[in-house]
């Protein structure tokens, strides 16, 4: 059993899947699934499918066939696996693949397993948008996201990319007395926006309203005070927040900015919106997750929130959903990828045992644990 997981997890990293770029990756998983005995499918959008078991609870089972940019050699290596996308997150989705293929083929497990290998989580999430479009919902779904082995991600924190366009009447470099620079007055707007609604310094990362300014281009030439300032700003929100309320609130603050100072034109854009999520620490999924962490290492489980994004978001709130899955997250993205892959090993039987806890718990056969 040891030897295939980490052959196929090789393969998986020496398959350059840059997001956008998923071809390649899709018709290795839909093989590797086929092998396993499954059904697979490759969507309209790149997205490979499949379905296990016919009876119990529906389980969702995502996990992203794409990485960020950036090739790393890969290499097995004092029992680490490197490559891109080790930790962030083809190792989730291996094992993933394993421990449904394990539960619901190998031991016959009771419940209904949906497996989604989604494309572009790393950018627009248009592989999980489909997945969401084409539903119905399910009852339960887990993310293959890194959390470490003992540990559970129960929240993200919901994302808001803004535009903010500056307008003022422009003039020349030599006589900045007499007009107004829309630079200037797009990062006056910035300050004022941060200090009346923003808590960078709050000591509850979690539970605030984040935001950093991420791009500041003008327009005009090098001897013009510029007329036209664009703002790239991402904000995070917290539980309980509504994306809208939070857009429109920063209207209110343009138009007052705009009507205190009579020269300067100020627009808010949202690129995008999407919503915190927050699983309940004390549903059936949370419980079935955590029996299983303690059965497969004899740890406690530790219940994480992330101030990042992830396609978790996007579900409907009616769904129990959390992210689990191996490796070090603070590796993401980095030239230093890597798996642990011992670590690797036992989260398949993670998932498997998950799978195994949630059809128990359903049919009411074990208490629900916290």
């Avoid at 499954?38 to 990485?67: F, K, Y």
């Amino acid at each position: 059993m040891q030897e295939y997981p980490v052959k196929l997890l090789h393969e998986m990293l020496e398959t350059y899947s840059q997001s956008g770029s998923e071809a390649g990756m899709a018709d290795l998983v839909k093989r590797e699934l086929q092998s396993l005995g499954m059904n697979p499918r490759i969507d309209s959008a790149g997205n490979v499918l499949a379905l296990l078991g016919r009876e119990g609870p529906e389980i969702l089972l995502c996990g992203h066939m794409d990485t960020v940019p950036g090739e790393i050699p890969v290499k097995l290596q004092d029992g680490f696996l490197y490559g891109r996308g080790a930790v962030d997150a083809k190792s989730s989705l291996a094992a993933m693949m394993l421990g449904a293929s394990k539960a619901v083929i190998e031991e016959k497990c009771p419940v209904r397993v949906r497996l989604a290998c989604v494309i572009k989580e790393e950018t627009t999430s248009d592989g999980f948008k489909t997945i969401i479009a084409d539903g119905p919902s399910p009852d339960f779904a887990i993310f293959g996201e890194p959390s470490g082995l003992a540990n559970i991600i129960v929240g993200y924190k919901g994302r808001i990319l803004l535009q903010i366009e500056c307008l003022t009447p422009g003039g020349h470099a030599a006589s900045p007395w007499l007009t107004k620079n829309s630079a200037e007055e797009a990062h006056n707007f910035w300050t004022s926006l941060r200090q009346s609604l923003l808590c960078n310094e709050s000591e509850s990362k979690f539970n605030s309203l984040t935001g950093s300014l991420t791009g500041v281009a003008t327009s005009g030439p090098d001897n013009s005070i510029p007329s036209h300032t664009r703002l790239t700003i991402d904000l995070r929100t917290p539980p309980y927040t509504d994306p809208g309320t939070i857009i429109a609130r920063i209207e209110n603050l343009a138009r007052t900015y705009s009507i205190e100072h009579p020269d300067v034109q100020l627009f808010v854009i949202a690129r995008e919106a999407s919503n915190p999520s927050q699983a309940d620490p004390h549903s059936r999924l949370v419980a079935s997750c955590r029996g299983a962490i303690r059965r497969v290492t004899g740890e406690t489980p530790t219940l994480l929130k992330k101030t990042g994004t992830s396609d978790m978001n996007l579900l409907p709130p009616a769904t129990s959903a959390i992210a689990y899955g191996p490796g070090d997250s603070r590796l993401d993205h980095t030239d230093q990828e890597r798996i642990e892959i011992s670590e690797y090993l036992k989260s398949i039987e993670v998932y498997a045992e998950t799978l195994k806890m949630i059809s128990r718990l359903s049919r009411s056969e074990l208490p629900i644990e916290t």
